[in-house]
């Protein structure tokens, strides 16, 4: 199964993502691939395919990592891609500073390498990808102009858990299945294994 650990923005947050998709991004931003708003998520640690039997074993890692952390702020900032400014390869929103989130990630990846699961081959960046080109574009985009149009503030955003997801690839797209739930410190709860739901 293919599997990745994630935080889940909020569906406000989604919203306004995909509000500003539809109406701006689509046209300003052609020849991308837009993910899906219910999709949109911050991306911890992608592990890839992995054994199912390994997958408890992963979950007492990842919520043992997620319980070392309280509940915390994150805040939508900018507006940025990978790629060249006039080639971007993927656009994406990006976080505003967070220690609590580093830490989040640090604690994370340290758990699910010393669960026998390797070091992430780059390092972590806070961000949200919001599309993948397709085909180069026939010209730079309008970067000052995009940015714009972006709101002055984003619906607000309080991490409560992390989320273990399976990713299964479709020809219309991935489809993703949330397969435990670890919530953070100051939460009430325990780890809840969605059980294929």
Request: glycine share 10%; net charge positive; proline share 8%.
């Amino acid at each position: 199964m293919r599997i990745f650990i994630a935080v889940e923005p909020p569906g406000r947050l989604r919203e306004e993502i995909g509000r500003l998709t539809a109406r701006y991004f689509e046209s300003r931003l052609p020849g991308f691939r837009w993910v899906k708003p219910e999709n949109i998520h911050l991306t911890l640690r992608f592990l890839g395919e992995i054994d199912p039997a390994g997958l408890d074993g992963l979950t007492q890692a990842v919520c043992s990592a997620a319980a070392r952390s309280t509940p915390f702020e994150l805040a939508v900032e900018s507006l940025g891609f990978f790629g060249s400014k006039q080639k971007p390869r993927v656009v994406w929103l990006g976080l505003g500073a967070s220690p609590q989130l580093s830490a989040l990630a640090s604690e994370v990846e340290g758990a699910v390498a010393k669960a026998g699961f390797g070091r992430a081959d780059k390092p972590f960046r806070a961000h949200l990808t919001l599309a993948r080109t397709k085909r180069s574009p026939a010209g730079a985009p309008d970067w000052e102009g995009i940015r714009s149009i972006l709101p002055s503030s984003w619906p607000e955003w309080k991490v409560r858990r992390v989320e273990i997801i399976k990713s299964t690839l479709t020809p219309s797209g991935p489809v993703y299945q949330t397969l435990a739930r670890c919530p953070l410190i100051g939460e009430a709860g325990e780890i809840t294994d969605e059980g294929g739901q």
